[in-house]
C-alpha cells in the first residue's frame, strides 16, 4: 500500500511563496510519475503541476505556469511543490497523488483519474 504524507501547507499573504512537500512511503515511487492538485471549496479537484518518473517531465496548468515549480528528490523519497507569488485564487486544498500508468511515469499526465494513490490534503490560504 502506498501511503503519501503532504506537509508545509499555511497562510500567506498575497505575493508571499509556501513550499509543499510530499512524502511517499514506497522506495518504488522512484519509478512512478506524480503531481499535485487541488480543491477549492465549491469547486471540482484541479490539475497543478506534474513531473515524470526520472524528473525529466514537467507540467503545470496555466493557471500557475511560471509561478510553481515541481521537483523531486530521489535520496528523500519526496516531491516538492514550491509556490511563488501567490493569489487569493490559490486558496485550496492541496493533494500529491502517483501513479504507475506507464504513460504517466515516461512523460507525466494530468487526468486525476490516472493516479490511484492519494495524500490526505494540506490547507494553504491566500490572503489579499
Known amino acids: 500500500q502506498v501511503r503519501l504524507v503532504e506537509s508545509g501547507g499555511g497562510s500567506v499573504q498575497a505575493g508571499g511563496s509556501l513550499k509543499l512537500s510530499c512524502a511517499v512511503s514506497?522506495?518504488?515511487?522512484?519509478?512512478?510519475?506524480m503531481a499535485w492538485f487541488r480543491q477549492a471549496p465549491g469547486k471540482e479537484r484541479e490539475f497543478v503541476g506534474g513531473?515524470?518518473?526520472?524528473?525529466?517531465?514537467?507540467s503545470y496548468a496555466d493557471s500557475v505556469k511560471g509561478r510553481f515549480i515541481v521537483s523531486r528528490d530521489f535520496a528523500k523519497n519526496t516531491v516538492d511543490l514550491e509556490m511563488n507569488s501567490l493569489k487569493p485564487d490559490d486558496t485550496a486544498v492541496y493533494y500529491c497523488?502517483?501513479?504507475?500508468?506507464?504513460?504517466?511515469?515516461?512523460?507525466?499526465?494530468?487526468?486525476?483519474?490516472?493516479?490511484?494513490?492519494w495524500g490526505q490534503g494540506t490547507q494553504v490560504t491566500v490572503s489579499s
Open positions: 514506497e522506495r518504488t515511487f522512484s519509478t512512478y510519475a
Open positions: 513531473i515524470n518518473w526520472n524528473g525529466g517531465n514537467t
Open positions: 497523488a502517483t501513479s504507475s500508468d506507464y504513460s504517466c511515469r515516461r512523460y507525466g499526465c494530468q487526468a486525476s483519474s490516472l493516479y490511484p494513490y
